[in-house]
Nanobody
């Protein structure tokens, strides 16, 4: 499975960005997609996760109400819509694929495949 993350950029506080994670390869849609981020000097943290079919999107508390996952199955692409961005959202955002369950979807170790990351910078 290959993952290509895109859509990062520079935005002012309060603005919006939409990240995309394009999945390819055999069986790509058998895996759940997770979004993680890593800010400078900090550990990578969970942001959100969703399945290709069924399931309910799951969000970290720090982004709940501001970020939304959507998907385009025909394009094998999962999106992360980020609204009301804050300077503390500045990070490299990664998408990952894994065979996760509800109790594991927030953990990096549950994901087998990772995209290259896309930089999001929010200015104050």
């Amino acid at each position: 499975v290959q993952l290509q993350a895109s859509g990062g950029g520079l935005v002012q506080a309060g603005g919006s960005l939409r990240l995309a994670c394009a999945a390819s390869g055999q069986g790509a849609r058998e895996y759940s997609i997770g979004w993680f981020r890593q800010a400078p000097g900090k550990e990578r943290e969970f942001v959100a996760a969703n399945r290709w079919s069924g399931g309910v999107p799951f969000y970290a508390d720090i982004v709940k109400g501001r970020f939304t996952i959507s998907k385009d199955i025909a394009k094998n692409t999962m999106y992360l819509q980020m609204n009301s961005l804050k300077p503390e959202d500045t990070a490299v955002y990664y998408c990952a694929a894994g065979r996760t369950i509800a109790s594991t979807r927030r953990y990096q170790s549950a994901y087998n495949y990772w995209g290259q990351g896309t930089q999001v910078t929010v200015s104050s």
